[in-house]
Structures are given as structure tokens and as C-alpha cells.
């Protein structure tokens, strides 16, 4: 999809109504389900974090948005490929702010050249026990990204296309100390593998993708 396809259609995704639940669940794990049945009280005690696809033109002409892979370390989701975000800190005026700001700490692009463009669905993440907000954002200039060694191990365009093309979508086996599991939904996005909270807030995109490719 064209970068001016995107944004001459950003009034009509604007009033497409979120489907929330009945998109993330078909990028979520069995054992995902289990859990988030298991604490219906989360949000009483659940840490706030937001998170960003941050929309901007490649040198094609494409939009794309970026995704980066954490670091390998102890966290709970060490060498993870998300969406740029983070925890929201006392200063943050609102989720959004909490967004645009961990966005341009981890990959260097400025937050006033981010643009709100719509909410989607929270979601809860049981492992380190946040309720993270993701948000859509347009980036008007071409993106140089500087990344937060300590955050990021690096950055990735994904043109829409290839998050449209059903055939990115593959299952994969997951062996961690929070998870075994064989058949987790995924997206291999040029030997990327996404999967988790990011496949399932990436699978609500893609539903409003989809209500606006032409």
C-alpha cells in the first residue's frame, strides 16, 4: 500500500470501529487465553505501558511501520521482537504521550513529528503483568533511526504488504519459563518472527488495514 493511499484514507480509519478481542485472539495462544481468564482482576494491580506503530513512507513510496528487537538479557521478554514503547511514567500527560516519548528514547525519531492518528485495543500482557495501549501514529519525515543500545537491538521496516499477505502468518513452538507451547500463531516478516501481545495488537491493524486497501 502506498504511503498517500494510507493517509488520504485516515478519515474513514478513523470511524472503523475497533473489533478489539475477535482480532487479537487469532493471533494469541491457547495458554494467553487461560491466563487472562485466570486474573479477571488484573487491572486493579496491572502496571500501564503504551506502545506505537509509528507509519511512515519508505524510500518507495510504501508505508511501512517499524518494529525492534530487544536485547538478550533476564527481562521477562529478552530478545523480543515489539512494537517501540514502554512503561508510563508520572510525568506522562496521557497513554499517547507515553507512546510517542518511549518511541523516540528507543529508536531516535522525533515525537513532534509523530502525528495521532487513532487508539487501538488495550491488551494485557500475564507475564510481566502490564495492560499495554497501542496507538497508530503518522510519521511526516523519513525516518533516521539512532536506537537505544541498551533497549534495542535493532530496527525493521514492514511495508503493509506484507503484513496483508496471509502467508506471513506461520505457527511456531515456543520453550521459555512462561510458556510451552507447540502452535503459537506468529508472523514471519522476512525472518522476523512476531508473535504474542505484538502479533495480536498487529492482527487488530491489520483488520483496519484490510477495511481500507483498495
Known amino acids: 500500500m502506498k504511503f498517500s493511499i494510507f493517509q488520504n484514507a485516515i478519515p474513514k480509519l478513523k470511524e472503523i470501529s475497533l473489533p478489539g478481542n475477535d482480532a487479537q485472539i487469532e493471533m494469541s495462544s491457547s495458554e494467553r487465553l487461560k491466563l487472562i481468564k485466570k486474573y479477571k482482576s488484573y ?14 513512507k519508505d524510500k518507495t513510496g510504501e508505508a511501512c511501520f517499524v518494529l525492534m528487537q530487544r536485547p ?3 527481562g521477562v521478554h529478552s530478545g523480543q521482537i515489539c512494537l517501540p514503547g514502554g512503561k508510563k511514567e508520572s510525568f506522562d500527560k496521557s497513554n499517547w504521550k507515553t507512546s510517542i516519548r518511549e518511541t523516540e528514547e528507543e529508536v531516535g525519531l522525533d515525537a513532534h513529528d509523530m502525528n495521532y492518528v487513532k487508539a487501538l485495543s488495550s491488551i494485557y500482557i500475564p507475564p510481566s503483568n502490564f495492560i499495554v495501549y497501542p496507538f497508530i501514529a503518522i510519521y511526516n519525515q523519513f525516518p533516521e533511526f539512532k536506537i537505544d543500545k541498551n533497549e534495542v537491538k535493532k530496527v525493521f521496516d514492514v511495508p503493509f504488504d506484507l503484513l496483508l499477505d496471509d502467508s506471513s502468518k506461520i505457527k511456531i513452538d515456543i520453550y521459555d519459563k512462561y510458556m510451552n507451547e507447540i502452535g503459537v500463531p506468529a508472523y514471519n516478516f522476512r525472518d522476523n518472527i512476531v508473535w504474542g501481545a505484538t502479533a495480536m495488537i498487529l492482527s487488530e491493524f491489520k483488520f483496519l ?5 483498495f
Open 43 to 56: 487491572k486493579s494491580n496491572a502496571l500501564i505501558a503504551s506502545v506505537l506503530i509509528c507509519v511512515y
Open 72 to 74: 538478550i538479557d533476564k
Open 209 to 213: 488495514l484490510k477495511k481500507i486497501h
